[in-house]
Nanobody, 120 residues
Framework: QVQLVESGGGSVQPGGSLRLSCRVS????????MAWHRQAPGKQRELVASITTRRSANYADSVRGRFTISRDNAKNAVSLELNTMTPEDTAIYYC??????????????WGQGTQVTVSS
């Protein structure tokens, strides 16, 4: 059973910073692309940032230059550094990973979500 376990959410003031972390555990062959998505109240889930196994990163326009995604392939972990945060960053943040299973088929997995709130 593959699980994605997130940590690091919380509340910050505008201009503040947070770091989210996510680790993949379980029995699988490999981890491919990892990413962070978010869903604000009343809005659709959106991609925040993604990163390939070769550490090529992609960002949403709304966070580029403020957020940084990174990964540790040895630990099957991904992190998201959130800086210069605004109230518009308030959302539930979800970790995502595309996994190659032991049968070599690919499958998408999601974390349970972690709340991030930006408020004065």
């Amino acid at each position: 059973q593959v699980q994605l376990v997130e940590s690091g959410g919380g509340s910050v003031q505008p201009g503040g910073s947070l770091r989210l972390s996510c680790r993949v555990s379980g029995d699988f062959f490999s981890v491919l692309t990892m990413a962070w998505h978010r869903q604000a109240p009343g809005k659709q889930r959106e991609l925040v940032a993604s990163i390939t196994t070769r550490r090529s990163a992609n960002y949403a326009d709304s966070v580029r230059g403020r957020f940084t995604i990174s990964r540790d392939n040895a630990k099957n972990a991904v992190s998201l550094e959130l800086n210069t945060m605004t109230p518009e960053d308030t959302a539930i943040y979800y970790c995502y990973a595309r996994i190659t299973q032991n049968n070599l088929k690919q499958k998408d997995y999601w974390g349970q979500g972690t709340q991030v709130t930006v408020s004065s």
